[in-house]
């Protein structure tokens, strides 16, 4: 079974910076892609940003130009650099992996979430 763990999350004021980091972890498994997705108070969750095992990455548009995603493959292990960071980001950001069972890459297993306030 193959388990996310999230840290990093966190309340800063607008325009500063959080990394958010996430870890794979199990037994035999391998990650084709890992994303960062979030869910705002009564919001519906959606993408923020996703990378695959070769390098693809995609942002939505809301974040491009402000959000860094990075993944390290030997270590199963995903960042999401934010700068510039608004109030809208405010949402418990969750990480996610697709590990070859869903298509398109969509999420396979997702970690426990990690709250992320940003306050004007």
């Known amino acids: 079974q193959v388990q996310l763990v999230e840290s990093g999350g966190g309340e800063v004021q607008a325009g500063e910076s959080l990394t958010l980091s996430c870890t794979a972890s199990?037994?035999?498994?391998?990650?084709?892609?890992m994303g960062w997705y979030r869910q705002a108070p009564g919001g519906q969750r959606e993408t923020v940003a996703a990378?695959?095992?070769?390098?693809?990455?995609n942002y939505r548009d809301s974040v491009k130009g402000r959000f860094t995603i990075s993944s390290d493959n030997a270590k199963n292990t995903v960042e999401l650099q934010m700068n510039s960071l608004n109030p809208e980001d405010t949402a418990v950001y969750y990480c996610?992996?697709?590990?070859?069972?869903?298509?398109?890459?969509?999420?396979?297993?997702w970690g426990q979430g990690t709250l992320v306030t940003v306050s004007s």
């Open positions: 990378i695959t095992n070769t390098g693809v990455t």
């Open positions: 199990g037994s035999a498994f391998t990650v084709n892609a």
């Open positions: 996610a992996a697709n590990l070859g069972y869903s298509p398109n890459y969509y999420p396979d297993v």
